[in-house]
C-alpha cells in the first residue's frame, strides 16, 4: 500500500477517534463504513470486510480507553453499571468474534445493518432531558436486565467486529433509563469489555492488519481525548441528535448496499 493510503487511515482514525469521546462510541459506527466504501473512491485497494471487522475492533479499544480515563475523571462512568453488563458482553463478545471466522461477509454485513437500524430507530423515541447531567452516583438500574441484554447484544457485536457502543447507548438510554453523559462515559468502558473479548478472537483468528491498525490508533488515541473535552461543554440535546443522525446514515447507507446486492 502507498504512504497516501497510510495518510487516509491517520486521518480516519482522528477522526472517529474524536467522534468516539464525544459521543461515547467506539467508533465502530463510523469506521466500519469509512473503510468500505471510501479506500475505493479514493483509488486504494478495498479492505476486505473481515480486516474493517479486526480494524475496527483495535481502534475502537484504544479510543474508548482514552476517552473513558476523561469521562471518569468527571464522575461519569458507574462502576456497577459497568461491570454487570460489561462481563456479560466479555464473554458473549468472545464467542461471536471466534465464530465469525466462519460466517460469509455478506451475513456479517446484514447483522451489522440489522443492528444499526434498531439503534437508529431506538434514538429517534422522545425522552426527556432533565437529568442527563447527573453524576454516576445518582444512577440506578436493573442488573438482571442489563445482564440479559450483554450476553445477547455481546454475541451480535463480536460476530461484526463492533465494540457495541451504537447499540449499547440507546438500551442504556430507552431500556435501562441512564442519564446520557453517565450513559456516554460508562458506555466507553463497557465497550472495553466487548472490544478486548472481540480483539482477542480477532487477533487470534488472523483478523488484524497490524500496519493499517498503527496508523490508525496514531490518530485515534489522542483524537478520543479531544472529542471527550468537546463533549462535556456541548448540550445533550445536541449530542443525541448528532448520534442519532450517525447511527441512522450508516444503517441507510448498509442497507442500501445489502438489497443493491
Known amino acids: 500500500m502507498p504512504l497516501t493510503f497510510y495518510a487516509f487511515l491517520l486521518l480516519a482514525g482522528s477522526t472517529v477517534g474524536f467522534f468516539s469521546g464525544l459521543l461515547g462510541i467506539g467508533g465502530g459506527i463510523v469506521m466500519f463504513p469509512l473503510l468500505l466504501y471510501l479506500p475505493p473512491i479514493l483509488g486504494f485497494d478495498g479492505i476486505d470486510v473481515k480486516s474493517i471487522t479486526g480494524l475496527t475492533m483495535i481502534q475502537g479499544f484504544f479510543a474508548s480507553l482514552s476517552a473513558m480515563l476523561f469521562y471518569r475523571k468527571q464522575r461519569l462512568v458507574n462502576k456497577t453499571l459497568v461491570l454487570t453488563l460489561g462481563l456479560s458482553l466479555f464473554l458473549s463478545s468472545l464467542t461471536g468474534s471466534f465464530i465469525s471466522k466462519i460466517v460469509p461477509d455478506k ?16 434514538m429517534f423515541i422522545p425522552r426527556s432531558y432533565i437529568k442527563d447531567d447527573l453524576t454516576e452516583d445518582k444512577v440506578d438500574f436493573h442488573k438482571y436486565t442489563a445482564v440479559i441484554i450483554g450476553i445477547f447484544i455481546g454475541f451480535l457485536v463480536g460476530l461484526v467486529g463492533q465494540g457495541g457502543a ?17 450513559a456516554l462515559g460508562s458506555t466507553l468502558a463497557i465497550g472495553l469489555f466487548s472490544s478486548t473479548a472481540g480483539l482477542i478472537g480477532k487477533v487470534a483468528t488472523g483478523q488484524v492488519p497490524f500496519l493499517m491498525a498503527a496508523a490508525l490508533l496514531t490518530g485515534a488515541v489522542p483524537a478520543a481525548k479531544l472529542g471527550g473535552i468537546a463533549s462535556k461543554h456541548t448540550r445533550t440535546e445536541f449530542l443525541r441528535w448528532l448520534l442519532a443522525a450517525i447511527i441512522s446514515a450508516t444503517a441507510l447507507k448498509i442497507w442500501m448496499d445489502i438489497f443493491r446486492s
Do not use: Q
Not at 107 to 122: C, N
Not at 166 to 182: D, E, N, Q
Open 166 to 182: 451504537f447499540i449499547i447507548i440507546p438500551i442504556l438510554l430507552y431500556i435501562l433509563k441512564i442519564p446520557l453523559r453517565v
Open 107 to 122: 451475513l456479517l454485513l446484514f447483522i451489522f445493518g440489522l443492528l444499526a437500524f434498531t439503534a437508529s430507530v431506538m
